[in-house]
């Protein structure tokens, strides 16, 4: 269940990958369940039909990533013990990304084994460890130069079976160029074309009411949440001139926190069945 909700967090704006943004950003910082209505409203207000919602919401309650209580006609719905955990991890690395930090010039460098007939083990290692930021050398070699990260990696491969790795902390030799070693590991490109399409999506925004500030909060961070995930978080000296991100990231705290009031306002409006898509919903 950890993978689909880590793959659905960062996923296009399907309702299922939005709800799981909403519930993230509005319901795990209340502590409390919420009424089913509210999250149908919330759905409907970033663009989904009340039955494209409530489906969102029905699937996620039979995969175990909600849990509902019936109140008469009406329900209650919280986050699983699995989706908060995920949801809070995820919040700590959205927001704490996107900082300048200092480099010793140190990689750590992770050696993976796993069997040809484990094909399926072997996708699934590979996606955390690309989810994790490191980049693929070939040959089973993956680096990164966040050594911080290597006990989170010990665990990604000791939850996998049929996997080996070996890990070192190393710094670059005589032979071969940092800027090469970059260029061969990650597709930086990509990176920096999805940080420019998120400055040109949100730069000129200028929402005019509350319902409209949390449909654009809630895109903002959904749209955001995507990066740490894409863009492995080179220091400085490894990152090709003009690279975007210290803008986008600027972009991303100076509007999150513009319009977090409005957004939280409106949100609980639909809680309080104050809002007409509350009404709606009901």
Do not use: K, N
């Not at 069997?115 to 993956?142: D, F, K, N």
């Not at 449909?215 to 955001?224: E, G, P």
């Amino acid at each position: 269940m950890d993978d689909q909700l880590r793959r659905r967090s960062v996923g296009a704006p399907a309702a299922r990958s939005l709800l799981l943004t909403i519930l993230g950003e509005y319901v795990l910082p209340r502590g409390e369940a919420v009424w089913q209505e509210t999250l149908v409203g919330a759905l409907v207000s970033v663009g989904y039909t009340q039955q494209a919602a409530r489906q969102a919401l029905a699937r996620s309650v039979r995969d175990g990533w909600l849990e509902t209580v019936r109140h008469g006609r009406r329900a209650r719905v919280s986050l699983s013990v699995g989706t908060a955990a995920l949801l809070r991890t995820g919040a700590e690395r959205i927001y704490s990304f996107g900082s300048p930090w200092e480099w010793d010039g140190r990689w750590l460098v992770l050696v993976l084994r796993v069997p040809e007939a484990r094909r399926e083990v072997r996708h699934q290692i590979r996606s955390r460890l690309a989810w994790a930021g490191l980049g693929s050398m070939g040959g089973g070699v993956w680096l990164t130069p966040h050594v911080e990260r290597e006990a989170e990696l010990r665990e990604v491969v000791l939850e996998a079976p049929a996997a080996e790795a070996t890990s070192f902390v190393a710094s670059l030799g005589l032979l071969g160029r940092a800027e090469d070693v970059v260029a061969e590991a990650w597709d930086l490109e990509s990176v920096r074309s999805a940080y420019e399409a998120f400055i040109s999506d949100f730069a000129a925004i200028r929402p005019t009411s509350d319902e409209a500030s949390f449909r654009m909060q809630t895109l903002l961070v959904h749209a955001w949440r995507r990066f740490p995930f894409l863009d492995p978080d080179l220091p400085s000296e490894l990152l090709p001139a003009g690279w975007p991100r210290r803008r986008a990231h600027e972009l991303f705290t100076g509007r999150h926190s513009r319009w977090a009031g409005a957004a939280r306002s409106y949100f609980e409006s639909l809680e309080a069945g104050r809002s007409p898509r509350a009404a709606e919903a009901a």
